[in-house]
């Protein structure tokens, strides 16, 4: 155990990383409770200090989280098994939560893996077009997406627009996974679908349920999580199931 006899009342052993925890991690009184008072078991600030731990770390690994699944593409050089159509409504119900977290100010741990994972979804719906040999098409996507995302973020859109939005998350997340799934049945395989990806963004938005109850109190953006949750979880079931299918090994079977 640390010996904190030397230490005044008003000062803890944890006092140079104060700025960093206080500003990422729990408010002062938060701090306070836990490095001042040692009271560990603090529910309330328990809940805000795993909150935002959580935030933080679905952030971070959102960097990554589609990642192995762009890399797949480029290495195959082939977008065979993921469908368009499902990337375009995903990119709609990531665009929303973003938009709608910006103008409501929440906080960046709330919501700031919508930032990158709509980045990498872009790249992934630029990717299909170009190895489906449709680059212009791919291209004249990227212009109309990031003009319409300038005009979503600007004063011009009213927010009754940007909650609409949000709140057609639920459906476009719905249709999206269903056409995935659809897809990945009809194939007999998920084809060049990663598995990585998919269990990264299945176990991020189990965990954003609780961080958006947690940090925004925002019912509608819990409920769209509760329903991506379970969206990704079929997906994620499907990979299980097609583990030890793919492409060629249909093929194969086909010639036989």
């Known amino acids: ?36 008072d040692f009271d560990f078991l603090d529910v309330p600030c328990l809940k805000i200090a795993v909150s935002k731990a959580l935030g933080i770390g679905i952030i971070l690994g959102s960097v990554l989280v589609k990642l192995p ?14 469908s368009f159509n499902s990337v375009l409504l995903e990119l709609l119900a990531i665009t929303g939560t973003m938009v709608y977290s910006m103008s409501n100010k929440f906080p960046f741990s709330a919501w700031g893996e919508a930032l990158f994972l709509m980045l990498q979804t872009v790249t ?31 004063p011009v859109t009213p927010m009754s627009v940007v909650t609409t939005m949000q709140a057609s998350n639920m459906p476009a997340i719905i249709i999206g ?56 979880g079929i997906i994620a079931l499907q990979v299980l199931y097609y583990w030890n299918s793919s492409p060629e090994h249909k093929k194969k079977k086909k010639s036989e």
Not at 6 to 32: H, T, W
Not at 69 to 82: C, F, R, T, V, Y
Not at 141 to 151: A, H, K, Q
């Open 177 to 232: 996974r269903l056409i995935q799934a659809a897809t990945n049945f009809r194939n007999g395989h998920t084809g060049q679908l990663s598995a990585i990806s998919v269990f990264l963004l299945f176990a991020g938005s189990l965990a954003r349920i609780f961080t958006s109850l947690q940090e925004t109190g925002d019912s509608l953006m819990a409920l769209t999580y509760v329903i991506s949750s379970t969206c990704n």
């Open 69 to 82: 699944q762009i890399i797949k593409l480029m290495g195959a050089k082939s977008a065979e098994g993921l």
């Open 124 to 154: 992934i719906g630029f990717l299909i077009h170009h190895y489906g040999r449709r680059t212009s098409i791919g291209l004249f996507f990227l212009v109309i997406y990031f003009s319409l995302l300038g005009v979503l973020l600007s």
């Open 1 to 36: 155990m640390v010996d904190t006899s030397d230490y005044p009342r008003g000062s803890s052993i944890m006092d140079p990383l104060k700025g960093i925890l206080v500003a990422y991690f729990m408010p002062e009184s938060c701090y306070d409770t836990f490095f001042l």
